[in-house]
């Protein structure tokens, strides 16, 4: 069985669609500020295609801070230490 605690929107956002619930991306470890025009008495429901928008921004998000973190190492490891 799944620990929930590892999962993530990605992961959890077909879940709560599929039973009728219209989950809102929220930031890691936080619940403010929620994504505008989404809460409150005039928020909408998001989109399958917010869903979806919102998940491939996290993919590019982790993407793009994998590769430079590997960066970082490289330059680290490079001989001339870093310097250019």
Do not use: V
């Amino acid at each position: 069985m799944t620990d929930i605690a590892t999962i993530g929107y990605a992961d959890a956002y077909p879940l709560y669609r599929d039973r009728g619930w219209a989950p809102i991306k929220l930031g890691s470890h936080t619940k403010y500020p929620p994504p505008p025009g989404f809460t409150g008495r005039d928020g909408a429901n998001p989109s399958g295609a917010d869903m979806h928008a919102w998940l491939c921004g996290r993919i590019n998000d982790l993407e793009h801070e994998r590769t430079t973190r590997w960066q970082k190492i490289l330059s680290i490891l490079s001989p001339a230490g870093g310097s250019s």
